[in-house]
Every structure is written in structure tokens, then in C-alpha cells.
């Protein structure tokens, strides 16, 4: 069952005003639960920019994978049966492990850490662990909140373990009926080999309204 956290005391920067192209469209606040769970709700996500400061992001482009669009290889489909996989098992260990300088990951700092674990207890962040003979081989976090599952980051510690994540995260999205999407963020390559595509920050905060009235799908 989902908690509330206490609400957001900060006036949090409204993307739609944003100009065109301008990823970081605030600064400052705090990263407390309610704080971030509201940026979500309006189709922001934090992370500090080069200054320190803690940054408001809504990416124009904006990276998203629908759920019909999911690209599975002939080789993925191979390795998926290689692995087992749970969910909400493990979120505070897949998150340091995403975190891991060695993965690009600095920016996942303690507080982060700290912050989206308590959304997880409170049942608004998620995980889904990858394994083989037991241990730990990959895996996702993210945000769920209506429709909208912001993934935040994945890792693997042998081949293909992340890419298997995200096909059971997309498996599990679908069992809840349509209107949901994957954010991604940024529209990489590695993305967009899955699926991916770029939309406006515009279509974006369109289909986010769209998606918000959903019921959870981790709920289920």
C-alpha cells in the first residue's frame, strides 16, 4: 500500500515555461520525498549539476519507451532464460550498485539513496533484480506514479543482465492495461537499440497527463 509523503514546501519550476531545449529548468530546493515525488508529478527528476547544486531536469528532447515498442533480439531473447528474475527484493543494493563511479554513476549520491529508499518503503520506488546461481547480476530502479514508470538507472555485472530488466519491467507495465510509458530520460544509443525515441518536452508532458490518472501498476 502507498504512503503519502509530507507534501513538497517548495515552489517547483513549471517545465511547460521552460525554453526550448533547456534541460536544467531550476535550481535548489531539497531532496525530500514529497519534494521529489511532486517533481515527478510534473515531469521533473533531480540531479546535481556541475556547480553542486541541485538541479530540476525536464530534457527537451525527452527520451521515452512505450511499451509495444520494446525491441527484444534473437540473442536477448537467448540470455533471458539464463536468469532469474525478482522484483523489490533488493532496491537499496541495485541502487548503490547503479551508483558505482565504475558505471558513470556519481551522481546517485547517499542522500539520493537515502530519499528513494524511503519512497521504496513507502511503495513509490522499485526494483527489479537479475540473477544467476544466486547472485546478483543486474538490474533497474525507478519511480512508479500513475502510469508514468521514471526509470532512474540499471547496471549489469554480466551481459545482457540490465537489458533482461527491463524486458521483465516492460512485461510487468503490461499486464496493467495501455496508456503507460517507460521515461528514459535521454534518447541514447543504447536506448534507442531497445526502442526508444525522442519526443518534444511538450508531447511529453501531454502523455505524462495522460498517464497520471492510471492506477499503479506495482500495486498489483
Known sequence: MRVEPA???????????????????GLGADLAPGT???????????????????????????????????????????????FEVTIDREFTRV???????RRDGVWITEEFINTYSALHEMGW??????????????????????????????FYLEPDASKV????????LRTCGDGRFIDVQWHTKHLASLGAIAISRSEYLRALAKAMPLDPCFAN
Request: aromatic share 8%; charged share 25%; with cysteine.
Open 36 to 82: 521529489v515525488l511532486q517533481a515527478y508529478r510534473m515531469g521533473l527528476f533531480p540531479m546535481h549539476v556541475d556547480t553542486g547544486e541541485l538541479g530540476w531536469w525536464s530534457p527537451d528532447p525527452r527520451g521515452i519507451l512505450r511499451l509495444a515498442d520494446l525491441r527484444v533480439s534473437r540473442s536477448l531473447r537467448k540470455s533471458i532464460g539464463q
Open 165 to 172: 530488466a527491463l524486458v521483465a519491467l516492460v512485461n510487468k
Open 7 to 25: 507534501p513538497c514546501e517548495w515552489l517547483l519550476p513549471d517545465p511547460e515555461l521552460a525554453a526550448p531545449g533547456e534541460d536544467v529548468v
Open 125 to 154: 520506488a522499485h526494483s527489479i533484480e537479475v540473477w544467476r546461481n544466486r547472485e546478483l547480476a543486474g538490474g533497474l530502479y525507478g519511480i512508479e506514479v500513475g502510469g508514468l514508470f521514471a526509470g532512474e538507472s540499471m
Open 95 to 101: 541502487m548503490r550498485e547503479c551508483g558505482d563511479s
